[in-house]
């Protein structure tokens, strides 16, 4: 497993607290996690999900303390057509959550 992707598993595992909370956020088997950070092989779709998920959630951070950030993952968002931010990390759709996470920071300033 490349060094980037292992290390986002662990940067994210610190913020969530478990590798379980990780797996549910990707929608894997917990025991996958555990897995990816002893070494095992990902494979490409996980790998693109893991950068997603990191990718938002940095961007979250900064504009949101965790425990609103986290709120934000899991709640309906107008911007998403009343969608979880969560299920499209899931699915991949990283266009469609980075312009929620602009338009939100633009209102935040507006």
Known sequence: MPLAT???IRALRRDF???AAIADLLGVNRSQVTRWLRGAGID????ER????ELVWASLLRQYEPAAARAWLFGLNPHLGDRRPIDL???GR???L???IRAE???SFA
């Open 6 to 8: 292992a290390s986002k």
């Open 17 to 19: 607290k478990t590798g």
């Open 44 to 47: 490409p779709l996980n790998a």
């Open 50 to 53: 893991i950068d997603l998920l």
């Open 89 to 91: 990390v899931r699915a």
């Open 94 to 96: 990283a266009e469609e």
């Open 98 to 100: 980075l312009r929620a």
């Open 105 to 107: 920071r633009a209102e």
